[in-house]
């Protein structure tokens, strides 16, 4: 019996080293390379995990600048690295999941199309910092660990325009709004294909027409930078690109879909419960008048 109990113990040690192997191939988390020990500590209980458990990557102000600097304000890089990634790699449909803590400039959507352009897809993604910053490094701390679970070199102009799209987005989302910004930039991915080939002129009407939609005037610096953006997008995979794009969309309706269920599932049986409480407080009191 003991020698049973003895091969028992030893297969399951052995599965969760196996379990452990997974998970250190699978994922990967991106710290800063400025922060200290207690502030490296409270990343990890973010991302709730423990540190050890997955192989971790340090991404410097230096490796930032190789994407940003151009980009954005020089005050919106900073001189140090501070924000963080945790990357789980998914099976192939599984699509995108992106989540941010204590990122300021750049939302969770921001983010996920800038993954699809740079040729991200199939993934868990958290970004969180100790404290408020823009959160405009990231997806510097994304390209490396991405790369570094695949084995393989992600395009380098799809990064530079993923980190483009990135930046562009976010300033247009301080006069638009977030939701407007990247369902502009959205839209505009899926008519590359009709873009490529417009003159300039033609397409800062096409991006005036798309901005009426929602209700947006843009002004001409904007059209300017979304025209480059465009141009920029128009040199990649133009039919991988839309097709990732839609994917990502389908898969947004179907959490917000499923958002919806269940929260009309949760109105709907409160309401039944409070219902039940009611008829067993009268049933009480017809009881004992």
């Known amino acids: ?3 049973i109990i003895s091969l028992i113990l030893a297969l399951m040690m052995l599965g969760s080293s196996f379990c452990f192997a997974d998970n250190i191939s699978d994922s990967r988390t991106v710290i800063g390379a400025d922060l200290d020990k207690d502030e490296v500590e409270s990343v990890y209980k973010t991302f709730g995990i423990d540190r050890g ?3 971790e990557l340090t991404v410097t102000n230096a490796d930032e600048r190789k994407y940003l600097e151009g980009q954005v304000d ?10 963080c990634i945790y990357i789980e790699a998914l099976d192939e449909g599984k699509g995108l999941d992106v989540s941010v803590d204590n990122i300021t400039w750049c939302t969770s959507d921001m983010y996920m199309n800038a993954m699809v352009t740079a040729g991200i897809t199939d993934a868990d993604v958290k970004i969180c910092a100790p404290y408020k910053v823009s959160g405009t490094a990231a997806l510097t701390g994304i390209y490396m660990a991405y790369e570094d679970i695949t084995g393989k ?4 102009d799809a990064k530079l325009v993923g980190t483009k799209e990135l930046t562009i987005t976010a300033e247009l989302a301080d006069e638009i709004g977030s939701a407007d910004s990247t369902a502009i930039v959205n839209e505009l991915k899926l008519i590359l294909d009709e873009t490529k080939k417009m003159t300039d002129d033609e397409l800062r009407e096409q991006i005036k027409q798309i901005a009426e939609k929602y209700e947006v005037t843009l002004n001409d610096s904007q059209i300017d930078q979304l025209i480059s953006l465009c141009r920029s997008m128009e040199k990649l995979d133009i039919s991988e690109l839309k097709q990732k794009v839609e994917e990502v969309q389908q898969y947004i309706k179907n959490i ?19 219902e039940f409480v009611n008829k067993v407080i009268d049933f009480f009191k017809n009881l004992f008048g």
């Open 1 to 3: 019996m003991k020698k």
């Open 53 to 55: 458990t997955v192989k």
């Open 74 to 83: 020089e005050s919106l890089i900073g001189t140090k690295s501070i924000s």
């Open 153 to 156: 070199k992600l395009d380098e």
């Open 256 to 274: 917000a879909e499923t958002k919806g269920n269940v929260e009309k599932f949760l109105s709907e049986a409160a309401d039944t419960v409070t």
